[in-house]
T-cell receptor
Framework: SQTIHQWPATLVQPVGSPLSLECTVEGTSNPNLYWYRQAAGRGLQLLFYSVGIGQISSEVPQNLSASRPQDRQFILSSKKLLLSDSGFYLC?????????????FGQGTRLTVV | DAKTTQPPSMDCAEGRAANLPCNHSTISGNEYVYWYRQIHSQGPQYIIHGLKNNETNEMASLIITEDRKSSTLILPHATLRDTAVYYCIVKGSGSRLTFGEGTQLTVNP
């Protein structure tokens, strides 16, 4: 069966520090991968998605970047965090190349920038 | 992908049916309607999807109007554990998957 791992669950980082959040998927090949951010009391904002290794689509210009170094690994990074980067970050995957497919989400990382 | 419109919040009494509406008037022929829910501080969970026929599973029923411009998610006997944010999404064959603000459903005892 497929599983998605996302870590850490919580993170407190000072302003200006770097960030690296990792997400890995098991039990499937060539998945679509997604990073979302959710501010308190708000909906999910799509940040990046990827349909293959090295293929990243960015949705919103921001202080963040994403990379996909391996088929089932998706990394969210920042060189210098801002206070506005605080939020709940969610990784998700879906099956590639089919019309209907549901997305499966990790448990999320709650990031607080102080 | 088509845009969706949902009420920001709804209340429902425990044991009663919860009917959550979604408007997707710009939906195109090959786009599916998906519903997810997000319980506080967790990742969203898939509930159900449909193209043009009504669908039912162990969690909910999905009613899609004949013109496909709107749909309703029905939780037949809401429980306190159904309190969550419910997202209606319309998606075609592309990989991009976006969520709106959803509807906060509160089930009251």
């Amino acid at each position: 069966s497929q599983t998605i791992h996302q870590w850490p669950a919580t993170l407190v980082q000072p302003v200006g520090s770097p960030l690296s959040l990792e997400c890995t998927v098991e039990g499937t090949s060539n998945p679509n991968l997604y990073w979302y951010r959710q501010a308190a009391g708000r909906g999910l904002q799509l940040l990046f998605y990827s349909v293959g290794i090295g293929q990243i689509s960015s949705e919103v210009p921001q202080n963040l970047s994403a990379s996909r170094p391996q088929d089932r690994q998706f990394i969210l990074s920042s060189k210098k965090l801002l206070l506005s980067d605080s939020g709940f970050y969610l990784c998700a995957w879906s099956v590639f190349g089919v019309l209907y497919t549901e997305a499966f989400f990790g448990q999320g990382t709650r990031l607080t920038v102080v | 992908d088509a845009k969706t419109t949902q009420p920001p919040s709804m209340d429902c009494a425990e044991g009663r049916a919860a009917n959550l509406p979604c408007n997707h008037s710009t939906i195109s022929g090959n786009e599916y309607v998906y519903w997810y829910r997000q319980i506080h501080s967790q990742g969203p969970q898939y509930i159900i999807h449909g193209l043009k026929n009504n669908e039912t599973n162990e969690m909910a029923s999905l009613i899609i109007t004949e013109d496909r411009k709107s749909s309703t998610l029905i939780l037949p006997h809401a429980t306190l554990r159904d309190t969550a944010v419910y997202y209606c999404i319309v998606k075609g064959s592309g990989s991009r998957l976006t969520f709106g603000e959803g509807t906060q459903l509160t089930v009251n005892p």
